[in-house]
């Protein structure tokens, strides 16, 4: 756990920093200086350009993840040929990206048109974002499976933040107009993604070469299979995560004031995401290396430490949350006044998938990654009908019940096969006792009574509720 532990740490370091930024640009900047239309349309970009640069890169990514081991081993740097292969499958899918986009222009635009037209105004954007992100998924694989994650947890926590960040005040100093904010923030992953190329580089990472390599030729079908049963279900995930917002803006009564409402409890809710986010990248590759050593003891290590760490900080966090989000309420305003409700929900459900811990890397990188794409599949079929159902019927509550349902059932399959398949699960007494105290420490600061300014009394909840819980734990 050295490793993971180190680069953990630093990146959530990073990520939290990030997270401050953000804080600052999603709970002030963008609800105080932007339309909620317009605040909802940045967040609708990222979301639609997020699911179709996952197929621009046809499956690259987690081949990088799981292979890249084996070609380490046995080839040296200069006879690799996986970073030609995935960067020549992203390019070919940016392709194919740029033509089914014009294509499928018209369909599109009838959608949003009577929900979103801001949307509709300003389609032409998703080419530039889509395509800097595919390559932005692509180089952050490729830093993750050479056990590089802290620079790329900086520059996608961090520097996409500041960057947003400076479009948006100068835009409020009257620097740029909206159309053109809009258009830089288009643009805004092109210097973070060559950054991390030119770190990839300096690795010696990336060596193009036109020659098959002898693990290759060994490997192909095997390789072929495995992206396309995991790019599905990666791609599935990204449907099921990212349809939320879509669907809001597509179908709610207010469109993209509603997929703001819920970009902001979204972002208050991935605060408890942080630890996860840190420890993904170093710890898919620990993992992929132990499946490759059949080290099933470290394999056990990881996804109990995991799973204990995650849940520990994810409830701590979950608790500052709601004590606070009355306070909340009232600092967003009554156009917000679904707050709690939505925070209370979509918590519980990041709860869930936080103490299940690394299922998704153990399943990928093991020899039964389709089952990766059978869970994902399922995610699917619940989520999206769920979201169009539920937000068509109760509107923005609906879409937090939905995101529940759906990741209760896709976490809780994922626990069963795994104990099923290798007599492994995340949890010991330990995970009780900190689901305890963490309940416990939530009832004792909740009665304190309430102060009349909502600051002074979120400061005094928190500085209670902290300090007690981490010393409890």
């Known amino acids: 756990m050295g490793i993971v532990r180190k680069q953990s740490i630093a990146s959530s370091i990073y990520i939290y920093l990030g997270f401050a930024v953000g804080a600052f640009n999603v709970l002030y900047l963008f609800p105080t200086y932007l339309t909620p239309q317009e605040f909802g349309l940045t967040r609708v970009l990222i979301d639609v350009s997020i699911l179709l640069a996952m197929f621009c890169t046809l499956g690259s990514c987690p081949a990088v993840l799981k292979f890249y081991p084996f070609y380490k081993s046995y080839l040296p740097d200069n006879k690799n040929d996986l970073p030609s292969i995935t960067l020549t499958a992203t390019i070919v899918g940016c392709i194919i990206f740029i033509f089914g986009a014009v294509y499928f222009k018209d369909f599109v635009l009838r959608k949003f048109g009577e929900k979103s037209p801001l949307f509709n105004e300003y389609y032409f954007l998703l080419y530039p974002l889509t395509i800097s992100y595919a390559f932005w998924y692509l180089f952050e694989a490729s830093s993750w499976s050479i056990k590089k994650t802290v620079l790329p947890n900086f520059l996608k926590e961090v520097g996409f933040r500041i960057i947003t ?161 009355y306070n909340l309420t009232q600092h967003f305003g009554t156009a917000y006044s679904t707050l709690p409700s939505l925070l209370l929900i979509l918590g519980i459900a990041k709860l869930i998938d936080l103490a299940t811990g690394m299922n998704a890397q153990i399943l990928l990188s093991s020899k039964y990654w389709k089952i990766d794409f059978i869970t994902s599949m399922v995610f699917v079929i619940l989520s999206v009908p769920l979201n169009v159902f539920l937000i068509k019927r109760y509107g923005l509550i609906g879409s937090a019940y939905a995101n529940l349902i759906a990741v209760f059932i896709y976490n809780v399959t994922r626990l069963i096969v795994i104990w099923k398949l290798f007599k492994l699960q995340p949890y010991n007494n330990k995970n009780l006792f900190a689901i305890l105290i963490a309940v416990a420490c939530f009832f004792m600061v909740y009665f304190i009574p309430s102060l009349n300014n909502i600051y002074a009394d979120a400061i005094l909840k928190t500085i209670v509720f902290m300090p007690l819980y981490i010393f409890l734990i």
């Open 165 to 325: 960040a400076i479009l948006v005040v100068l835009y409020i100093i009257k620097f740029i107009s909206f159309k053109q904010f809009a258009i830089l923030f288009s643009l805004m992953y092109v210097v973070p993604v060559s950054i991390l190329l030119y770190s990839l580089a300096k690795e010696k990472y990336v060596n193009i070469t036109f020659s098959i390599s002898s693990v290759t030729k060994r490997l192909w079908k095997q390789m072929a299979l495995f992206c396309f049963f995991v790019f599905s279900g990666q791609t599935l995930n990204v449907i099921a995560r990212t349809s939320d917002t879509i669907i809001l803006a597509s179908q709610s009564k207010n469109g993209l004031a509603d997929a703001a409402v819920f970009t902001v409890v979204t972002y208050l809710v991935t605060l408890m995401d942080v630890p996860m986010r840190g420890m993904t990248g170093i710890a898919s590759s620990v993992i992929a290396y132990a499946w490759k050593d059949k080290d099933i003891a470290k394999i056990k290590e990881i996804y109990q430490k995991t799973a204990l760490n995650l849940i520990i900080v994810g409830l701590g966090i979950f608790g500052v949350l709601t004590l606070n989000m």
